[in-house]
């Protein structure tokens, strides 16, 4: 069983980064076709999608995000981070790792995704 799980701070100032990691067991995230993404819910709001690492190393964003986003792989580690920079209130939201069997851009369930993370919490506040 695919097991993915989010770790990073909860709580991050205003325009500092957010960095999460997510660290992948029972699958390596090198394998082919799968990509490896970051998913976001305000509180109140919908899913977004952030952005994604392919198994080739391969990074997409999304263009609403992609100014402040980067999404980077240690295979070593078997791990894929989420850097977001510049945060605001707004960012305040579950943050899920997951993977997709190819590139999704338009999220519209969790169940899009075969296999992710429980999600965690991060609080954008002073």
């Known amino acids: 069983q695919v097991q993915l799980q989010e770790s990073g701070p909860g709580l991050v100032k205003p325009s500092q980064t957010l960095s999460l990691t997510c660290t992948v067991s029972?699958?390596?995230?090198?394998?082919?076709?799968?990509?490896w993404n970051w998913i976001r819910q305000p509180p109140g709001k919908g899913l977004e999608w952030m952005g994604a690492?392919?198994?080739?190393?391969?990074?997409f964003y999304s263009p609403s995000l992609k100014s402040r986003t980067s999404v980077s792989r240690d295979t070593s580690k078997n791990q894929f981070t989420l850097q977001l920079s510049s945060v605001t209130p707004e960012d305040t939201a579950v943050y899920y790792c997951?993977?997709?069997?190819?590139?999704?851009?338009?999220?519209?369930?969790?169940?899009?995704?075969?296999?992710r993370g429980q999600g965690t919490q991060v609080t954008v506040s002073s």
């Open positions: 997951a993977r997709s069997w190819g590139l999704i851009r338009n999220v519209r369930s969790l169940t899009d995704f075969d296999f």
């Open positions: 690492i392919a198994y080739s190393g391969s990074t």
């Open positions: 029972s699958a390596s995230i090198r394998t082919n076709p799968y990509y």
